[in-house]
């Protein structure tokens, strides 16, 4: 009996004890602050932090005495930034075919070592300042949504996962080139939809397996396959009805504007978007991700795939195409949003790898802050994640990164020199000098 009751007196002092220590505030001092909704840049500000949460945003003189502070006056400081198109489970060589790797990775590698991989590559982003990623198919079976529970219950380190399970999408998937006889290999991968109601399904499995959103496949090039304007209706209706969004992979002009007409809220890479197509979207408020890689990476890539390294230009024409094309959507007033889709080995973490979006787009003379509100708050917002994650304001969780350096006058240098990285109110990275 005296046992028992010691028994709860000490369990109620360390209950009493970690609730104290939950509730101490950290004051972090930036000498610059990203307010991401205005998309500015505003000096001497201080952001209150307890427990995982923002409490609040004030001066340097509403910190209390003797509070507990972390002196970032030297840096600028923004929310934790988000990688809107990522594969973590995906990794090939430059030289390896899209294919047959993806069958070969799916015949012979098994899902705990996929896993396993995968979870190095998603720690990679925590270090480089990415502290959410949208994570958009070639998982497997779900194994993105297994990650992500993972980081969040603390097993493994990473950064917040939001994950689509397996890409939706007609016949044959991505995956090209495979017999009739091996098809249902494809289902490893991709969920294959044969009708309105079978797409239904297959979002109320996704649904089921607690995915945060949906990826289609709305054409499958260089597959010749693509999904109907009624079958993506289906999935539509039925993720906005469970609270998904909806983002579709698109290459053609004709598949990206059935995407749209179906009721889509993003499209991703629309390497051969229309003026007309643009302006659809911005009135429908349907995003645009550039997955587009910059010049230093393209050589890169060019180099490590063996082919031949004096012939560049059909890099320098796609790429100015690809300035093109967001320059056009840009003017037509389209959402823009971050995401890198690099799942390439070029021989650096993918982290490091999923940020040379930025420079891609800084190359096509996007402006330094407007890239940082597409990696931030506008892809929070098409996501209805706005007062969680890409901003610094009260309630959002704290994920909060500093680098060092000037934004507005030396952007990629100093984009690249990250010196603070919390997520969730807890430090992962802190490398001042
Ligand atoms: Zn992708």
Redesign the pocket.
């Known amino acids: 009996m005296q046992k028992a009751i010691l028994l709860i007196i000490s369990l109620i002092f360390c209950t009493a004890q970690q609730a104290f220590a939950q509730q101490e505030t950290t004051y972090i001092k930036a000498g610059f602050l990203y307010n991401s909704e205005q998309n500015t840049l505003q000096k001497n500000k201080v952001i209150a932090v307890k427990g995982n949460k923002i409490v609040s945003i004030g001066d340097y003189s509403t910190i209390p005495q003797n509070s507990k502070t972390i002196d970032l006056t030297a840096y600028t400081v923004l929310p934790g930034l988000i990688d809107a198109?990522t594969?973590v489970l995906f990794s090939q060589d430059a030289n390896q075919d899209f294919a047959e790797h993806s069958m070969q990775m799916l015949t012979m590698e098994s899902e705990a070592l996929r896993t396993l991989r995968g979870s190095k590559r998603a720690k990679s982003y925590l270090d480089v300042g990415i502290t959410s990623i949208k994570d958009?198919?070639?998982s497997g079976l779900f194994l993105d949504v297994a990650l992500r529970d993972a980081i969040n219950e603390g097993t493994i380190v990473g950064p917040r996962i939001f994950a689509s399970g397996p890409i939706i999408s007609a016949t044959g998937g991505q995956i090209y080139g495979v017999n009739p006889a091996h098809q249902h290999l494809i289902d490893l991968e991709y969920r294959i939809i044969k009708s309105e109601a079978d797409a239904r399904n297959a979002v109320r499995e996704h649904v089921n397996q607690k995915v945060d959103l949906i990826k289609i496949a709305t054409d499958n090039i260089p597959n010749n396959s693509a999904l109907s304007v009624a079958e993506m209706k289906s999935i539509v209706k039925t993720a906005h009805a469970s609270g998904l969004t909806v983002t579709a992979?698109s290459i053609t002009n004709q598949s990206a504007y059935n995407a749209i007409q179906a009721g889509v809220d993003g499209i991703?890479h629309g390497f051969n978007l229309a003026d007309s197509t643009l302006t659809l979207m911005a009135k429908k408020n349907v995003f645009l991700v550039p997955?587009e890689n910059s010049r230093a990476y393209s050589l890169i890539y060019n180099k490590l795939a063996g082919f031949d390294e004096t012939d560049v230009e059909w890099i320098d024409n796609y790429l100015q195409r690809m300035k093109d094309r967001l320059k056009r959507a840009i003017a037509k007033g389209v959402t823009i949003i971050a995401g890198s889709?690099n799942?390439t080995d070029i021989e650096v973490t993918r982290g490091n790898s999923s940020k040379d979006m930025f420079r891609a787009y800084f190359e096509m003379r996007m402006k330094p802050l407007d890239i940082l509100q597409s990696a931030t708050y506008l892809s929070a917002l098409h996501f209805n994640k706005e007062n969680e994650i890409g901003v610094l304001k009260p309630n959002a969780y704290a994920d909060i990164i500093a680098v060092k350096g000037s934004l507005t006058n030396d952007f990629l240098e100093t984009l690249s020199n990250v010196v603070f990285v919390m997520k969730d109110g807890e430090v992962y990275v802190e490398k001042f000098n």
């Open positions: 198109h594969h958009l198919g070639n992979h991703e997955t889709d799942y």
